[in-house]
């Protein structure tokens, strides 16, 4: 069946350590997904996502245009992050596991996120709707994001793991007639 994602009730954030100490965190803005989904049976669902690099906001905006620069995402030669799942497990109790190819970059890894299923549920025009919480991590010098800066007390600037929280609300289609 194919669902739609409602980006006006979704988000792509990630977060960051600075300075080795606190945690940066940001969203991507603009991003789209292609989802066939079995919410009954997630095993045989597949999706597929897109985010425009340039809509990176952590809430800085001198921040934000490093992060779109060459020490980065190089948003003009890599306009766009992408992800396509490859196999779906669930344990039966709304909890799942999703891997698939991870881009940034030009560079593509295996990464696997662990989420939860919310619904589904019918929403109040009579449309079928689900949401989906997912987590993982990535190693940012995996896809070439090694920017960084020494401290001089020890340590480094921006860290190496990067925390991905996706919540996605997603609508089934309608059929047409």
């Known amino acids: 069946m194919s669902w739609s994602v409602d980006t006006s009730h979704s988000s792509v954030g990630f977060s960051v350590r600075h300075m080795m ?12 997904a292609e989802v066939d989904l079995d919410p009954n049976n997630l095993e045989d669902s597949h999706v597929r996502a897109v ?16 992060l779109r620069s060459e020490d980065f995402f190089k948003v003009d030669d890599y306009p766009t992050i992408e992800f396509e799942s490859k196999e779906i497990s669930s344990n039966g109790n709304g909890e799942f596991e999703v891997t698939g190819d991870l881009t940034i970059r030009d560079e593509t890894r295996t990464v696997t ?3 939860t299923q919310q619904g589904p549920a019918e929403d109040p025009w009579g449309g079928r709707v689900v949401g989906y919480s997912l987590e993982g991590e990535i190693d940012r010098g995996d896809f070439g994001l090694t920017w960084n800066q020494a401290l001089e007390t ?3 600037l921006v860290g190496k793991e990067v925390s991905l929280e996706i919540d996605a609300e997603v609508t089934q289609q309608k059929e047409e007639s």
């Open 113 to 115: 996120l662990t989420g």
């Open 154 to 156: 020890g340590g480094v």
């Open 21 to 32: 100490v606190s945690r940066v965190s940001g969203e991507f803005q603009d991003f789209e």
């Open 51 to 66: 985010i425009d690099t340039r809509s990176i906001d952590t809430g800085d905006d001198e921040r934000d245009e490093h």
